[in-house]
């Protein structure tokens, strides 16, 4: 607010001009804090009004401080709404629009940095479109999901509002296993290996043992196959056909803060 008052007195009263001077401010101290880390933020989930799309944004900050401020939240939601409402899927896209008149998404983080005296930035923004989308949002603002199903409806979206809790808690990897890439699987397998032969297997036996291991880290690691929170008895993949016969989940993105 201070800042906003020396910039209308600089300019004499005129606001086009103050707001001029905020942003050559906020590039300066963008300049200056370019390296800085920013590790703090808000980040949101949201699907429109039919669940057929859904986004999860990250604008980042420095400090805890300013993340929980109210404005600094508020222009996270309307970064989150232009890009839902504009079918934005890329954070390139995002900056290049007009946040308000005259002013890109870019210049205003730009000018906030100035107001704020902090790095901002647009640190993720993925988009899923399908029959239905869920989001959740963790409390706090640090951790959202969105997950896209291949049914729509009130019994397969509760259910996959689960899911996209099981997503934020469970922070799987990948969908399923062909989501998983040859080097993480090589990797897995080599540990695997190396494992059995501490433990006295020989190096033929060893493979194939490593390879049977590999199914333990795609139950463990992949969204459908991980054993479902709310009943260990089950698999994801498993709850959602019985929330609903064929029901699956088909994608999910997951954005977290650090």
Not at 24 to 44: M, P
Not at 233 to 246: C, D, I, P, R, Y
């Amino acid at each position: 607010m201070m800042d906003c008052k020396k910039a209308l007195v600089e300019a004499e009263g005129d606001m086009e001009k103050a707001v001029e001077v905020l942003r050559k401010k906020g590039q300066k101290v963008a300049a200056k804090r370019e390296d800085r880390e920013a590790s703090e933020g808000a980040v949101l989930a949201k699907t429109n009004s039919d669940n057929t799309s859904g986004v999860v944004l990250a604008l980042n900050c420095e400090t805890d401080f300013v993340a929980k401020n109210a404005d600094f939240v508020g222009m996270a939601t309307k970064l989150v709404d232009m890009a839902l409402d504009n079918g934005v899927d890329t954070v390139d896209t995002l900056l290049a629009m007009d946040f308000e008149a005259g002013m890109t998404v870019a210049e205003k983080i730009i000018e906030q940095t100035g107001v704020i005296g902090e790095k901002i930035e647009i640190g993720a923004l993925e988009a899923l479109k399908g029959a239905a989308v869920v989001e959740y949002n963790h409390p706090g603002n640090s951790l959202a999901t969105i997950v896209e199903l291949n049914k729509g409806g009130e019994a397969a979206l509760d259910a996959g509002r689960q899911v996209a809790m099981q997503a934020a808690a469970m922070n799987p990897i990948a969908l399923n296993e062909e989501g998983v890439s040859e080097e993480i699987k090589a990797k897995e397998v080599e540990i695997g290996k190396e494992l059995a032969i501490k433990e006295g297997k020989p190096a033929d036996m060893a493979e194939k043992i490593a390879t049977g291991r590999l199914g333990k880290f795609f139950k463990e690691n992949t969204l459908l196959k991980q054993a479902f929170v709310r009943d260990n008895k089950l698999s994801v993949e498993q709850f959602m056909n019985q929330a609903e016969a064929g029901l699956t989940a088909t994608n999910f993105k997951r954005v977290s803060l650090g």
